[in-house]
């Protein structure tokens, strides 16, 4: 498995440009983050749109070992604003 971990420099909004990771197996977690299913990880091609991060906040990826089913992978930069609708 591989496992990356990010911390933002600023506070702000992630914006998700494009996000299609392995359902169920492949994720990434925002901390402090509350999606649909009550946590804050995001798998398959639901990311973490408009959710407000700060310089405390860990970003983590997490890739089994198996390339059964490749996917795009993701996109997400960031905005200082929020300008768009936040999940």
Known sequence: SHTCTITPLQS????VVTFDIEAYWDDLTVSGAV???????????????GVQVTTSTSITFYA???????QDGF????????TFDQQ
């Open 12 to 15: 702000g909004w992630l914006d």
């Open 35 to 49: 999606n649909g299913n009550g946590d804050g990880d995001y798998d398959g091609t639901t990311g973490p749109q």
């Open 64 to 70: 089994d070992i198996y390339n059964t089913y490749p």
């Open 75 to 82: 996109e997400i930069c960031m905005d200082a604003i929020c």
